[in-house]
């Protein structure tokens, strides 16, 4: 099965190709993070095949210039070694020392940032599976350029922190809000609905073993009920319609809706007035026997 990083990248990479100034930043974004700079090549090197095709395809629109793509254990090269192309690359990119740093004077626009940072994603970033857990990180060999980025994420609110793996400096983010923010600002837009989904569902989770003290036996006895009354209440709701209840039914029935990790006697004290134990029960057991009859 695909990871989840490689779905959200394949998904980038055949984004359909934005304006002439998004692309040049996407493209900047992917060599800045993905290249190794020398004075006579600049060599880009990923370990994913679309992201290789996606580097091709953009440089030939901007430069008009054909690269290569060849294969060496298991990741894809371009090498582009034609003078005047990397002198024009040169002087888009300040490039000290063999590394370059973010070419903030063609990030002025919004456009052209969201473009950039899908390009850095694309060239260094890895995002978890939401199932297991939350983290987006980018993982680079160089500091400086690191802490680069640091501060680019943090001038488009972000607040990424920051932690050494051996030989590596990372950049990386565990909450869901701002993963969910970062997937919306790149464009990944059906990784976003997944991750999004994932994290609805987990909280649903979290919220019914957080819901009170009861054992899990009980807790189990809820959920039970709870998507009995559920069941119920859709039913009527498609048959005749919550509306033609009478008030106290259709009361308990948004309720039991809106709180499906509740016990009944938590139900009870949300009606108004509060209602006891036995009452919550006796509204729910007519709402089921409504929707029997149908
Ligand atoms: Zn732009």
Do not use: W
């Amino acid at each position: 099965m695909k990871s989840f990083s490689r779905t959200t990248k394949e998904e980038l990479a055949f984004l359909e190709k934005d304006k002439d100034c998004c692309a040049l930043s996407e493209l900047l974004g992917l060599m800045v993070f993905a290249g190794s700079f020398s004075n006579n090549s600049i060599k880009i090197q990923t370990e994913n095949d679309c992201i290789a095709i996606r580097f091709q395809g953009l440089f030939n629109e901007l430069f008009d210039y054909y690269i290569p793509i060849s294969i060496e254990n298991n990741s894809y090269i371009l090498i582009i070694d034609k003078l005047d192309i990397i002198l024009k690359i040169y002087s888009l990119l300040r490039i000290i020392g063999n590394t370059p740093s973010i070419p903030y004077e063609y990030l002025k626009k919004d456009c052209c940032k969201s473009s950039f940072l899908r390009g850095t994603f694309l060239a260094s970033g890895i995002i978890m599976d939401p199932r297991k857990n939350y983290n987006l990180e980018f993982v680079l060999k160089n500091e400086a350029l690191a802490l680069n980025l640091k501060g680019f994420l943090e001038s488009l609110g972000f607040l990424p922190k920051i932690t050494k793996r051996k030989k590596y400096t990372v950049i990386y983010m565990k909450s869901n809000g701002m993963i969910s923010d970062f997937l919306g600002y790149i464009k990944a837009i059906n990784a976003l609905n997944t991750f999004s989904d994932v994290v609805i569902q987990k909280e649903f989770t979290n919220n019914f073993n957080r819901s009170s003290n009861l054992d899990i036996a009980n807790t189990d006895k809820i959920y039970v009920a709870s998507s009995e009354h559920i069941k119920a209440i859709m039913e009527l709701d498609e048959s005749v319609g919550l509306d033609t209840l009478p008030e106290e039914l259709r009361e308990i029935a948004f309720l039991r809706i809106e709180n499906p990790e509740l016990s009944l006697t938590e139900l009870g004290k949300l009606c108004i007035p509060p209602i006891t134990k036995s009452g919550v029960n006796h509204r729910l057991k007519k709402i089921i026997k409504l929707a029997e009859r149908g």
